[in-house]
T-cell receptor, first 117, second 112 residues
């Protein structure tokens, strides 16, 4: 039982390049989330998926797109990377679906450290 | 939207002492308040949580208190150990949305 798995662990991009961060969970959870973590700012929600087939914007969605490929997988895409997107990205999941899905324990992956030069 | 403030940003204590981290929130409709511990190179992990119908919750050396009137909640760690050294995040969530807001984090160092 691996929990939440993120790939890659590290990535360096040049400004304007694109890439996709992958996330998969094996806990049969309904909701999945993408957060970014910056020094002194805690974790901020980028996008979430409160059930298979749905996605919604979080606090900081600009410059990102997401795909809920199936119940297990939730990917985050940067179409044209910018230095402001240098951050550590965390995927998380929770069992509940729909509104209020974050009103319970979140399970986090180990993160992707992304640098955009 | 919700705004969560966390203090202090860094905290250093001697092994065996107690540590207290405080958070305030702005949205009176928030009703779920978790605390996460993040060790170096890892993702955050839930250590304790409290809901708005409870004023205090304990789990061995860890306790959380909630004051709904003042809109603040605190994490208390007693008999600290070196393995308690980590970054701790508080958060607040509303039952009817999916935008849990996190505090900026507290780096706790426990000196042996």
């Amino acid at each position: 039982n691996a929990g939440v798995t993120q790939t890659p662990k590290f990535q360096v991009l040049k400004t304007g390049q694109s890439m996709t961060l992958q996330c998969a969970q094996d806990m049969n959870h309904n909701s999945m989330y993408w957060y970014r973590q910056d020094p002194g700012m805690g974790l901020r929600l980028i996008y979430y998926s409160a059930s298979e087939g749905t996605t919604d914007k979080g606090e900081v969605p600009n410059g990102y797109n997401v795909s809920r490929l199936n119940k297990r997988e939730f990917s985050l895409r940067l179409e044209s990377a910018a230095p402001s997107q240098t951050s550590v990205y965390f995927c998380a999941s929770s069992e509940r679906s729909g509104a209020g899905a974050t009103n319970e324990k979140l399970f986090f992956g180990s993160g992707t450290q992304l640098s955009v030069l | 939207g919700e705004n969560v403030e966390q203090h202090p940003s860094t905290l250093s204590v001697q092994e065996g002492d107690s540590a207290v981290i405080k958070c305030t929130y702005s949205d009176s409709a928030s009703n779920y308040f978790p605390w996460y511990k993040q060790e170096l190179g890892k993702g955050p992990q839930l250590i304790i949580d409290i809901r708005s119908n409870v004023g205090e919750k304990k789990d061995q050396r860890i306790a959380v208190t909630l004051n709904k009137t003042a809109k603040h909640f605190s994490l208390h760690i007693t008999e600290t150990q070196p393995e308690d050294s980590a970054v701790y995040f508080c958060a607040a969530s509303h039952y009817n949305n999916n935008d849990m807001r996190f505090g900026a984090g507290t780096r706790l160092t426990v000196k042996p």
